[in-house]
């Protein structure tokens, strides 16, 4: 592998402008002047260094990206869009192992370097979405690394034989589990999280919860998932997506559950979409809580629109979070980057010697600037390869 030298660009929260060796996949040197020796070198002179995008929340599996245009045909309500989706993705060919390439390819060329999928799994498609992205995964591998969760989509309890499917999945080497609003959907909050933490207790998995149940409900379903996550020593491997009841209540109670979701090691991931409810960001970041950020569905059949780029969705993030200070715009690059990685439990994640070569150059200044311009990448490395230049 040839080593590769990034001249002069600007490391995100470095002080002054570096050079950053590239050897064996990852960062060897950061420093100024570094000598080039045989490494080919690469001008990125004054341009934003960032480590890998991360995608912390999206749904391949579902995606009609690289296909016709199908227009929206859900009504407005999250149960019309359950039964739309089940109703309507045998006829459209999903999943589709094509489609999940052409969009797992248009992310990587974004700078996305990992991904974590929710992936449906019922007793109505069994394992082939898991199969599906598996498949597309595996062939992409060299660009962009891809975590699966098994997803209840169509719910868990309410939906007999989807509990063993989800443990199928598990056995087969899925490295995260799923849930959705153990209250609303799943109508038993207890049983429904106690099923979900024993089966990730059991195989070693991560767990990453979809909750779009509000106000004092969800703020009650985040105690319980807190109070699991801590009993079973899961701190750090445990993600709460969505989290649409943190930015509905009142400030005190948000002080309280912020406190309990670091104190226990519970992430939050959030994709910021449409008018549904945002987080907290701040306060969450400056209570030690790790905020992760994704696009949720991307073309599906639950709605058309979704981009594949990261700093795109970090606009979003910080636009939707009224952040104007460049300080607070980097929370949403923060959250597109380290939080992320965070969430997702990578090693050797980020900018320093010894961190894993997965790079990404943009054509600015300052971080602030990347997420509001979002403009083409410049340069794109995936484990010290170049994908794009
Ligand atoms: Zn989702």
């Known amino acids: ?19 950053l060796l590239v050897r064996d996949g990852v960062i060897a040197r950061v420093g100024q002047g570094l000598d080039a020796g045989g490494a080919r070198v690469v001008d990125v002179s004054g341009r934003l260094v960032l480590p890998g995008l991360v995608e912390a929340h999206c749904h391949l599996d579902k995606t009609l990206y690289g296909g016709a245009w199908v227009p929206h045909s859900a009504d407005d309500t999250l149960t019309g869009r359950m ?12 999943p589709s192992v094509e489609r ?12 996305t370097t990992h991904v974590r999928t929710h992936t449906d799994i019922d007793p109505a498609v069994g394992l082939r979405g898991v199969e599906a992205v598996g498949e597309a995964a595996a ?11 098994a997803f209840p989509q169509h719910g868990l309890l309410t939906n007999p034989g989807t509990a063993e499917l989800l443990e199928e999945a598990l056995k087969s080497g899925v490295e995260a589990i799923g849930g959705i609003d ?8 207890v049983r429904h999280l106690d099923t979900v933490f024993e089966l990730a207790s059991r195989y070693g998995a991560a ?22 996550t801590a ?12 989290a649409y009841a943190l930015g509905q209540i009142d400030g005190a109670h948000q002080d309280r559950l912020a406190k309990g979701l670091a104190e226990a090691g519970v992430a939050v991931a959030t994709a910021a979409v449409y008018s549904f409810p945002v987080p907290p960001v701040r306060k969450l970041r400056e209570a030690g809580v790790t905020v992760a950020c994704g696009h949720d ?14 700093l795109e969705r970090a606009m979003h993030l910080a636009y939707r979070s009224t952040f104007r200070a460049d300080a607070d715009i980097e929370l949403a690059l923060e959250a597109a980057t380290y939080g992320g990685a965070r969430a997702l439990g990578l090693p050797g994640y980020g900018l320093s010697v010894g961190d894993q070569a997965d790079l990404v150059v943009v054509p600015v200044g300052g971080a602030a600037e990347a997420v509001v311009t979002h403009p083409p990448r410049s340069l794109v490395m995936k484990r010290g390869v170049l994908l794009s230049a």
């Open 231 to 242: 009993a079973l020593g899961l701190g750090g491997r445990v993600t709460v997506s969505h």
């Open 83 to 94: 039964s739309n989706d089940l109703g309507r993705r045998a006829e459209l060919g999903v």
């Open 182 to 189: 153990p209250a609303g959907i799943d109508r038993d909050p």
């Open 1 to 19: 592998m040839t080593d590769i030298l990034l001249r002069g660009g600007r490391p995100w929260r470095l002080l002054a402008p570096a050079d």
């Open 139 to 149: 062939a992409l591998s060299d660009r962009v690394s891809v975590q699966q969760v």
């Open 297 to 310: 569905g991307i073309r599906d059949l639950w709605g058309p629109y979704g981009s594949g780029d990261m």
């Open 100 to 111: 999940i390439t052409a969009l797992l390819e248009r992310m990587s060329s974004f700078g």
């Open 207 to 228: 767990v990453d919860i979809h909750l779009h149940d509000g106000g004092t409900l969800g703020a009650w379903e985040l105690e319980l998932i807190i109070e699991r």
